[in-house]
C-alpha cells in the first residue's frame, strides 16, 4: 500500500505488519529508505569519525543521516551553507538528510534568556552570543541548510516537568507548528510535525490529535529520554505510536540503546536517531551481539579476539580487541574511527535484523 504523501516527490509504501510493527519503505526525491532506519547523526554536518563513502558502503550503507538546526546555523552559519549550496554539497552526501528543528538544542545546551509564545531568545554555547529562534527563523535554516525532511520547532521540557509547564510547551507547540507549516521551505522540503506531552499519556494523546489534523508529511513523538525513567518512556510509546497516522512515517526523535529500538519497533516506530553508537563509541563503549564490552577493562589488554565475532565490519574482521583498547588508552584518532564504523555497523543491522523479522513473519500488505 503507497500513499502519496502532502510534499511532491514523497510517498510512505507500508508493506508489512507484525502486530504494531512495521515494515515499509519512505520515498525520497534522493532515494529510497526501508523501514525500520536508524539515521547516524551528522551534528555538525559529519558524522563523528566517518567519511560520508564509509557512510554509504556496507556494512553500513546509511540511506539518510541527520544534521542539526541548531549547530549548524551557529558554525559554520547560514552565509557559508548560502555559498555552498546547501548541506548536501557543503558535506559530499548525495542521500536523504533530515534536519531537526533547534528545538531540543535551544532548551538544553544554550543559556536561555526568554521564551515566550513568538519564539526563544538564548545565548550561543560557543560564544555567549545573543540569538533570536522562532518557528520561522528555524524554517528558514532548514530550507538555507536544504534539507529532505525539516521539522517544526517545538518546545521541548524536561521529562520531569509539572503539568503546567507541560501544558505551555504543548500549546506553544502547536501554534508553532502550523507556523513553520505556512513558512516557506525550500523545493521538495517535506516536513513531519512533533507530539510533546512528557509523560502524560492523556495530553500525548491530545497533543497527536492536533498536530495529525495538520497533514504533516510525517509525525515524530518528541520529548522522551529526557530524564524520565524507562518505564515511563516504554508506557508512552505503547499508548501512543501505533495511534499515530498508519499511512505516514512515524519518528522516535533522539532515542535510544538497542533495547529501546526493539521495542519502539514494536510499539510501531519506524525512524530513529540517537548519538549513543557513536559518542559511546568514543568512550569506549562497544555494542555487540553478547552485550555491550567496555574496551578498557583490563581483560582485554591481552585479547587476541574481535569485538564480535558476528559482526561484518572492517573493525572485527580485522583488529583484535587487544589491538582496539591499546588505541584507547593511547588516544589515538583510529580507535575513534574503527570504534565508531562497528558500532554503527551494530544500529544499522539490528534495525534491518528487525525489519527481515516483520517481513518474513508478519502479514503483508497489498
Not at 508489512?16 to 515499509?24: C, E, I, P, S, V
Not at 540503546?257 to 559511546?280: E, Q, W
Not at 581483560?299 to 580487541?321: E, F, G, L, M
Request: contains cysteine.
Amino acid at each position: 500500500m503507497i500513499t502519496q504523501l502532502p510534499t511532491a516527490g514523497f510517498s510512505f509504501e507500508l508493506t508489512a505488519t507484525l502486530g504494531h510493527a512495521r515494515a515499509g519503505i519512505l520515498h525520497t526525491p534522493r532515494g529510497s529508505i526501508e523501514t525500520p532506519v536508524f539515521m547516524p547523526v551528522g551534528t555538525q554536518g559529519t558524522v563523528k569519525a566517518m567519511t560520508a563513502d564509509e557512510l554509504r558502503a556496507p556494512p553500513i550503507d546509511a540511506k539518510i543521516i541527520l544534521g542539526n538546526t541548531y549547530h549548524l546555523y551557529l558554525r559554520p552559519g547560514l552565509e557559508v551553507m548560502e555559498l555552498v549550496g546547501g548541506l548536501h554539497k557543503f558535506a559530499a552526501w548525495d542521500r536523504p538528510i533530515l534536519t531537526d528543528s533547534g528545538g531540543f538544542q535551544v532548551f538544553s545546551l544554550a543559556g536561555i534568556n526568554e521564551i515566550d509564545d513568538d519564539g526563544v531568545t538564548f545565548r550561543s554555547h560557543i560564544d555567549g552570543s545573543k540569538h533570536r529562534l522562532t518557528p520561522e527563523v528555524s524554517m528558514h535554516i532548514q530550507k538555507t541548510l536544504g534539507s529532505d525532511i525539516a521539522m517544526v520547532f517545538d518546545q521541548c521540557p524536561p521529562g520531569d516537568a509539572p503539568a503546567e509547564v507541560q501544558e505551555v510547551a504543548l500549546a506553544r507547540t502547536t501554534a508553532w507548528a502550523a507556523r513553520c507549516r505556512d513558512a516557506p521551505r525550500a523545493p521538495g522540503q517535506a516536513l513531519f510535525g512533533i507530539v510533546q506531552g512528557g509523560i502524560d499519556v492523556e495530553r500525548r494523546l491530545r497533543h497527536a490529535t492536533a498536530i495529525t489534523a495538520m497533514d504533516f508529511d510525517g509525525h515524530a513523538l518528541g520529548g522522551l529520554a529526557v530524564g524520565e525513567s524507562v518505564d515511563d518512556t516504554y508506557r508512552v510509546l505503547d499508548a501512543v505510536a501505533h495511534t499515530l497516522p498508519a499511512e505516514k512515517p512515524r519518528y522516535l526523535m533522539g532515542v535510544g540503546t538497542p533495547a529501546d529500538l526493539s521495542r519502539g519497533i514494536a510499539a510501531g516506530i519506524d525512524m530513529f536517531d540517537c548519538v549513543m553508537p557513536t559518542r559511546n563509541a568514543r568512550n569506549g563503549y562497544l555494542f555487540t551481539s553478547e552485550g555491550r564490552v567496555n574496551i578498557s577493562n583490563a581483560k582485554h589488554r591481552t585479547d587476541t579476539a574481535p569485538v564480535d565475532a558476528a559482526c561484518p565490519c572492517h573493525t572485527c574482521q580485522t583488529h583484535s580487541r587487544a589491538y582496539l583498547r591499546h588505541l584507547f588508552q593511547a588516544k589515538e584518532i583510529l580507535y575513534a574511527r574503527l570504534a565508531t564504523l562497528h558500532n554503527l555497523t551494530f544500529y544499522a543491522r539490528h534495525v534491518r535484523a528487525i525489519r527481515d523479522r516483520i517481513l518474513a513473519d508478519g502479514t503483508r500488505v497489498h
